[in-house]
């Protein structure tokens, strides 16, 4: 399904992958294209973790494919994923505003077992700011806003210059990493290293094989729901990722969007 406004969209596949691009879908990739249908490489996951059993787990088919069925549906302008599984009734929608450079992500959990969770969802994408990651890795620098916004950045972008990219959630308190190396470490990507641990390291800056990687905690207890947003975008001016932000850190501003 490709989702896009005049200025950013995204390609998703039924299997959760795809990318997300800003200005120019070829030149100005905020994350990577992989172009193979058959192993369809994620480059942007959504990790649920249940911190009691230790179990990892995505509401998407990739990168870990479980044996409960799966229901995608794609929509003009959106695509759904459902799932159940682990006594959870999961519900992840995917969509760009018709105006604003931002992916909104809103993952929708209901706990449907006889005890309460303690989940541990982490947000990971693998940055690009240009035509490809193998080209611009070794430039991207990854930094943290005042307001918690992680930041990215590849001040070597000839094409777009001065572009920064985000990822933000709906949730304040969070931790955060920089370091693909040290997220992945030698679990890979179905059992990242970075998960074992009760929070991310804070690792940002330049000089790391780069990723960018939020993660918060959220506690359901037995039939509650809870909805957490995840946004992905790119702007000119800090001011206007701050805004973006801010705004659809309210999840009734998100769904609103929606129906727009």
């Known amino acids: 399904n490709v989702v896009s406004n005049p200025g950013f969209g995204f390609l998703v596949t039924e299997s959760g992958s795809g990318y997300t691009w800003c200005e120019n879908s070829r030149e100005n990739k905020i994350t990577p294209w992989s172009n193979d249908p058959v192993s369809d490489n994620p480059g942007e996951i959504i990790y649920i973790l249940d911190n009691d059993t230790d179990e990892l787990w995505t509401p998407t088919p990739l990168p870990l494919r479980e044996a409960e069925p799966y229901i995608i549906r794609h929509g003009f302008g959106y695509t ?3 799932h159940v599984s682990h006594g959870i009734k999961q519900e992840l929608l995917q969509f760009v505003p018709v105006d604003e450079p931002v992916k909104i992500s809103i993952l929708k959990l209901n706990n449907i077992s006889r005890y309460e969770r303690d989940l541990t969802l982490t947000y990971y994408i693998r940055p690009v700011l240009g035509v490809s990651d193998q080209l611009t890795s070794m430039h991207i620098n990854t930094r943290m806003d005042e307001s918690g916004i992680l ?3 590849n001040p070597y972008n000839e094409e777009f210059p001065g572009r ?3 990822i933000s959630s709906s949730k304040g308190e969070r931790s955060v990493t920089g370091d693909r190396r040290e997220f992945f470490g030698t679990g890979g990507i179905r059992c990242p290293d970075a998960l074992k641990n009760q929070k991310l390291s804070g690792n940002v800056g330049a000089g790391y094989d780069p990723c960018a ?5 959220i506690k359901i207890s037995p039939g509650q ?3 957490v947003v ?3 975008g790119q702007s000119t001016r800090i001011e206007k990722v ?3 932000a801010k705004k659809y850190a309210d999840i009734t501003a998100a769904e609103k969007s929606l129906e727009n």
């Open 80 to 82: 759904v994923f459902e």
């Open 225 to 227: 729901k809870e909805e």
């Open 151 to 153: 930041l990215i950045e």
């Open 213 to 217: 990687a939020l993660q918060i905690n």
């Open 242 to 244: 701050r805004e973006i």
């Open 164 to 166: 920064i990219a985000f």
């Open 230 to 232: 995840f946004l992905l």
